[in-house]
């Protein structure tokens, strides 16, 4: 599974209480499924110390094969990156970094394109996985790689340790972990701000996309950072809020968010979103992308488009425009036929289907055509 423990078709085995957990969600007895889920959780390691974001303090970032770099402090509006020396052309690479925050060690992957910066330097995509996933699972399924070398794009993976979440699951549902500043947000804040130090990297056109809880986490980050984030792209996930607590994230997964009501952003415009969600998604119900759409352009202009994949798989698509400056302000991808797994990705990862709608690929358009308007405060 990918939004909460649960197994899909091909993934590796679970536990027997994550099956029998699965099997008591889809009978709709929520109450037992939310028991058998916190005791496996709470087997597993001990969670790592919470950590401080970069709103509240400074932080020092390691990397593998280069110095340390000097503290980064940030402003209470948003955080202020110094610029690294260019990138210039040579081998892609894919690899490990060494990254420590809070006093724990969190190690991410990241993909640097064998092209050259362009001379504002390198849109950056913090991409979540889903539960039991790790980075290179997720990177080989979605194939984010091959479309961000298109672009000159680095493709940012962190791995979510066992010792948060005993699956492997971001944890989207948690309060504290749904904060700016706190928790799992503040984290992935900081490797994006690591990376952000040590590449070439265009502030404007910082963007982050997931699955199933990655999907979740992903729109927690776009809610929590609008000065950071220039777009977000949600696959199979749910709405930001949508959930407080296990029985909470239960629930909105089984049939969306009971009397969901999206957050403000304290006035500001929501950031542009592009949603993925397979009509026959059994994990993540589909009425979740389409709160998903409605906390994005609450108030915009609506069309709707059939068509279909190049291997015949069809979808709706509907984008809403602002109803100012008639703008796309978000995108919704209904897949005909779809379940819950990364369309057009490598069967060989996880979580991920070789038919249907290439959506890494529509995704990095709709990021490429977004950069972020107002800069002032990078």
């Known amino acids: 599974m990918n939004g909460l423990p649960f197994a899909q078709p091909g993934a590796p085995a679970l536990p027997a209480s994550m099956a029998e957990a699965l099997a008591l969600v889809r009978r709709g007895e929520l109450q037992r499924a939310s028991s058998l889920l916190m005791k496996g959780l709470q087997g ?22 280069i110095e340390d770099v000097d503290d980064i402090r940030a402003t209470s509006t948003a955080p202020v990156w110094p610029r690294a020396p260019a990138h210039t052309q040579g081998r892609a690479r894919f690899s490990s970094v060494a990254f420590r925050h809070g006093g724990a060690d969190h190690p991410f992957h990241l993909y640097v394109p064998a092209s050259a910066a362009p001379p504002a330097g390198r849109a950056v995509i913090l991409m979540l996985h889903g539960c039991t996933q790790d980075a290179q699972d997720f990177a080989q399924g979605t194939r984010m790689n091959a479309q961000a070398e298109r672009t000159s794009a680095l493709v940012l993976y962190p791995t979510q340790q066992r010792a948060a979440n005993h699956n492997g699951c971001w944890n989207w549902f948690r309060p504290e972990d749904q904060r700016a500043g706190a ?25 982050v996309a997931g699955l199933s809880a990655g999907g979740a986490m992903a729109a ?4 929590e950072y609008p000065e950071v984030f220039a777009a977000v792209g949600v696959h199979s996930g749910l709405a930001a809020g949508a959930a407080h607590n296990m029985m909470g994230a239960l629930s909105a997964m089984k049939g969306g968010a009971k009397g969901y009501a999206p957050g403000t952003q304290g006035g500001t415009p929501a950031v542009p979103l592009i949603v993925f969600h397979g009509d026959r998604d059994t994990t993540v119900h589909p009425r979740n992308g389409e709160q998903l759409l409605g906390a994005a352009a609450p108030r915009g202009m609506a069309e709707t488009q059939s068509g279909h994949s190049g291997d015949g798989q069809r979808y709706t698509r509907t984008l809403v425009r602002s109803s100012d400056t008639k703008t796309v302000q978000a995108e919704h991808w209904l897949l005909h036929g779809a379940g819950h797994a990364w369309s057009g990705g490598d069967a060989r990862g996880s979580h991920a289907s070789a038919t249907g709608v290439n959506a890494s690929q529509e995704m990095l358009r709709f990021f490429m055509e977004r950069p972020r308007v107002d800069k002032s405060s990078f």
Do not use: K
């Open 220 to 223: 927690v980050l776009a809610r």
């Open 183 to 207: 928790g799992e947000p503040a984290l992935l804040l900081a490797m994006l701000g690591h990376v952000m130090a040590t590449e070439a990297v265009d502030p404007r056109r910082a963007y």
């Open 44 to 65: 597993g390691a001990e969670r790592a110390e919470p950590a401080s974001g970069p709103h509240t303090a400074a932080a020092r970032f390691r990397r593998r094969d």
